[in-house]
């Protein structure tokens, strides 16, 4: 069996594969709610072979979401929708992940392929589920202030602090009666905790302000409430920006710093990411982001998860093989092919086994192509 396809165990929880699909926000939501869109669009990714799907940033509080239309699990209403889709995720043999998530200075934004025109009306906003909202932040500076859809946010105090504290932890509770078998908390990308830790966003002279020990606070007592309320059973996850990738915000060697005391504090896994912040630049391409989990997994001596443009099944096995990190994650690879994984795995050793028993004349069909032996 190829290294991309050995199983592994997290806790009480094993994931078929290494292979997992990364949240990748929808923009689909009304008042926060799972449809049917998400259960399709998810719902595929086990069918096509992926050991864990992981559900898109979801709002721990209704102010913490990107956009009016993100998904959300700051009300017990919004578990039995997340349980059917969690269910039918499980009936395939795939691990259930979901993304917790707080937007900060980078929420209330508008949804990008609907435009003015279509917000005209009251019939048509509400038909959307459309809100706008002033946003938080670790300070009152706008993510970009050339670009009018971000908003100059509100800065948190204390009692602000500690409602996005108990958001995410109530949220993981929810997540657990949804029957997810992991969470992952959303530090990357210019959103709220990664503003908090970087100096590109967090100007506070408080207690989570200044030092890199101080800007770390917030994501650090995040993941103390979250943990505490979390099966013990379960894995935690955390996806970070390794790298703000611009002059005088956060570095890889933070990143590393931060991730010894996030698994101190019972994070299994690290889904490296980097950026997020106008500021900062990295030119895209294949594996680019591989090296921040390499250096996260040795360095922090954790289990890391990479992303970023990893479609080649081959680089991704060797990934896993030369040890650079323990997870591959697609998203908009996963998108143009639902079925990357029982495609990978079939390439790499000519199992059909990701395949789902529905789809056995894909075999038969194979062998009288001659791709199967």
């Known amino acids: 069996m190829s290294e991309l396809f050995s199983p592994i165990t997290l806790r009480d929880v094993t994931l078929r594969n290494r292979t997992v699909v990364a949240p990748m926000c929808m923009y689909s939501s009304i008042d926060g709610f799972a449809n049917d869109w998400h259960f399709v669009h998810l719902g595929r990714f086990a069918i096509g072979g ?36 969690v269910d039918f995720l499980h009936t395939h043999g795939t691990a259930a992940g979901i993304q917790l998530a707080h937007a900060g200075r980078k929420a209330s934004t508008s949804v990008e392929w609907r435009g003015a025109d279509e917000l005209q009306t009251e019939e048509q906003r509400k038909a959307v589920g459309f809100e706008h909202w002033v946003p938080v932040a670790p300070s009152a500076e706008s993510h970009d202030p050339n670009d009018d859809d971000y ?48 100096p590109l966003a967090n100007h506070r002279t408080d207690e989570y302000g200044g030092s890199r020990e101080n800007r770390m606070r917030l994501v650090l007592e995040v993941t103390e409430a979250v943990r505490a309320v979390w ?24 990143s590393v710093v931060l991730a010894r005391e996030l698994k101190a504090r019972g994070v299994e896994v690290i889904d490296c990411s980097s950026g997020g912040f106008a500021q900062g630049r990295i030119k895209p391409e294949a594996n680019y982001q591989v090296k ?22 081959d680089a991704a096995e060797q990934i896993i093989a030369r040890g650079e990190a323990d997870f591959i994650a697609l998203a908009r690879g996963a998108m143009d092919d639902p079925q990357w994984a029982a495609h990978a795995r079939r390439a790499l050793d000519g199992s059909y086994d990701n395949w789902p028993v529905q789809t056995v004349r894909v075999q038969s069909r194979d062998k009288v192509l001659g791709v199967r032996k």
Request: aromatic share 6%; hydrophobic share 50%; charged share 20%.
């Open 231 to 254: 099966p013990a059973s379960k894995p935690l996850m955390a996806r970070i920006s390794a790298s703000d990738n611009a002059e005088g915000g956060w570095t890889i060697e933070d």
């Open 292 to 313: 921040f989990a390499q250096q996260v997994k040795a360095e922090g001596d954790i289990l890391t998860m990479a992303v970023g443009l990893l479609g080649d099944v």
């Open 50 to 85: 992926f050991g864990l799907v992981i559900v898109e940033a979801t709002g721990v509080v209704p102010e913490g979401r990107i956009s009016y239309a993100d998904m959300g699990l700051w009300k017990d209403e919004h578990i039995a929708p997340l349980a059917r889709i």
């Open 151 to 198: 908003q100059v946010p509100t800065a948190l105090d204390a009692a602000g602090i500690q409602r996005v504290i108990d958001g995410f932890a109530d949220a993981a509770i929810r997540a657990d009666k949804a029957g997810f078998d992991t969470v992952e908390i959303h530090a990357a990308h210019g959103y709220l905790l990664n503003q908090f830790l970087s």
